[in-house]
């Protein structure tokens, strides 16, 4: 199954850094999501990269997918307190026996942004 | 409506009781899906749906049953859960089980006692 690695765990900013938040992945990433999720809330979808090299920015946010689509990234200007949370990459991945597509997870990593 | 609504948002039972999850959907997706959330870990998915037939079951204990009456609606039966089930319990829907992009709700926050 696939595997996504996620860097770093946890994240301490002041306000107004930028940072960058990696997702490395063991296979070929067909789709690669990033979400962000508030302690104990759902998660809101942020950004969906399927071409390699594809990059794609909301905001102040950037979330780039290598060439080779093993690698992903996103990054964060000038940072705020409202960016603070839980950041979760996840991949579709096609279930056992080639059934339909589901949607694994990193582990996340915690931003903290101090003001 | 480009929302998944999950309803309880909390939840309390007692390892005896019989409860129900739902989760409604009217974007016209085709696809659902149920997570589990344990504290400080990420969703691991538990069900999906596609086109009203369960098509992934990820050797989920048999207290859990889901049921998808409908396109727009997926239930959760819950039934002798014991005290390690307390999670966050996550509804997602996508277009299609192909790529499209998922959406997920808010989450029941269910603890069992």
């Known amino acids: 199954s696939q595997e996504l690695e996620q860097s770093p765990q946890s994240l301490i900013v002041q306000e107004g850094k930028n940072l960058t938040i990696n997702c490395t992945s063991s296979?070929?990433?067909?789709?690669l999501y990033w979400y962000k999720q508030k302690y104990g809330e759902g998660l809101i979808f942020l950004m969906m990269?399927?071409?390699?090299?594809e990059e794609k920015s909301h905001e102040k946010i950037t979330a780039k997918l290598d060439e080779k689509k093993q690698q992903s990234s996103l990054h964060i200007t000038a940072s705020q307190p409202s960016h603070a949370g839980i950041y979760l990459c996840g991949a579709d991945e096609r279930g056992s026996g080639g059934s339909n597509y589901k949607l694994t997870f990193g582990k996340g990593t915690l931003l903290t942004v101090n003001p | 409506d480009t929302e998944v609504t999950q309803t309880p948002k909390h939840l309390v039972m007692g390892m005896t009781n019989k409860k129900s999850l739902k989760c409604e959907q009217h974007?016209?997706?085709?696809?659902m899906y149920w997570y589990k959330q344990k504290a400080k870990k990420p969703p691991e998915l538990m069900f999906v749906?596609?086109?009203?037939?369960?098509?992934i079951n990820e050797s989920v204990p048999s207290r859990f049953s889901p049921e998808c009456p409908n396109s727009s609606l997926l239930n959760l039966h819950l039934h002798a859960l014991q005290p390690e089930d307390s999670a966050l319990y996550l509804c997602?829907?996508?277009?299609?089980?192909?790529?499209?992009?998922?959406?997920f709700g808010s989450g029941t926050r269910l603890t069992v006692v």
């Open positions: 296979k070929t990433l067909y789709g």
């Open positions: 990269l399927q071409k390699g090299g």
């Open positions: 749906y596609s086109y009203e037939k369960l098509s």
């Open positions: 974007m016209g997706h085709r696809a």
């Open positions: 997602a829907s996508s277009l299609a089980s192909d790529h499209y992009g998922y959406t």
